[in-house]
């Protein structure tokens, strides 16, 4: 995700102009996309094994939140299922598309079918937040962005279950710092937004060097010296002393 939001896309560099905000707010999208459906392939294929013969509807619909169309239209096609006669006959009462969807999938659906194709990352982002928080308009009707290791447990969907403090995925904080630069860093590192160990600071130490590579240096020195020192002493603890020496070199004040 992170090369999709700020690595150097092949479209981009081909081409012959400078390339404008618009073109590559539109390059970005489109690799955000490709990064969408990927990491819905294995989730979409079980689904669709488990509903294709006995579901078939259903099975047609996990296409759609991989945006898989032509998949999808063949698999209707073949089901001999006539959508538009079901819809007919049914009493036509609106449901949660996003009901049964992981949060991934659910801001998907928002990007590729609730806004214009011309739409931002930032822009789908902003709807997506609206759709797991309860407003005075009503409920939330999307999934809360857990990290990956919580989105099997049993929680509820709606998000007056979740304290402030609950932590969210890290491709979540991800890209709410894509969308403001200014964004907390601190709950973007806390290993518990990448695993349930909580001293487990492996990818958010290299995470942090990617992001500083980027020009992300609003983390505090107090916040990168808990980092270095945290993951370092991991490192020792596993008998990587000279990689633990490496990080702690790392620390902006040695003082």
């Known amino acids: 995700m992170c090369k999709a939001l700020w690595g150097q896309l092949r479209e981009l560099e081909a081409s012959l102009d400078e390339t404008n905000q618009y073109v590559e707010r539109l390059q970005r999208r489109k690799a955000f996309s490709h990064w969408l459906a990927e990491t819905a392939v294995d989730r979409i294929e079980s689904e669709v094994v488990m509903h294709q013969k006995e579901r078939p509807i259903e099975a047609v619909f996990s296409y759609l939140t991989g945006c898989r169309i032509s998949e999808a239209c063949r698999l209707a096609q073949r089901s001999g299922e006539r959508l538009a006669c079901v819809w007919q006959s049914s009493d036509k009462k609106s449901i949660n598309v996003c009901s049964q969807l992981d949060w991934k999938r659910a801001l998907a659906v928002h990007l590729w079918y609730m806004l214009p194709p011309t739409a931002s990352i930032a822009q789908a982002l902003q709807k997506y937040e609206e759709a797991f928080q309860v407003s005075d308009e009503g409920q939330c009707y999307a999934s809360y962005p857990?990290?990956?290791?919580?989105?099997?447990a049993d929680l509820a969907m709606e998000s007056e279950t979740f304290p402030p403090s609950m932590q969210r995925d890290v491709c979540f904080h991800l890209l709410k710092l894509y969308s403001d630069r200014s964004y907390d860093l601190r709950q973007l590192l806390d290993p518990r937004s990448i695993t349930s160990d909580p001293l487990d600071y492996r990818l958010s130490w290299h995470l942090?060097?990617?992001?500083?590579?980027?020009?992300?240096?609003?983390?505090?020195?107090?916040?990168?010296?808990?980092?270095?020192?945290?993951?370092?002493?991991?490192?020792?603890?596993?008998?990587?002393?000279?990689w633990a020496v490496f990080v702690i070199l790392h620390i902006p004040d040695p003082v």
Do not use: C, D, R
Not at 146 to 152: A, D, H, K, R
Not at 231 to 240: I, K, R, S, T
């Open 146 to 152: 857990l990290p990956s290791y919580l989105e099997n």
């Open 208 to 242: 942090w060097m990617v992001l500083q590579a980027l020009n992300y240096t609003h983390l505090s020195a107090q916040s990168q010296g808990v980092l270095h020192a945290s993951y370092a002493a991991q490192l020792e603890n596993v008998g990587l002393w000279e």
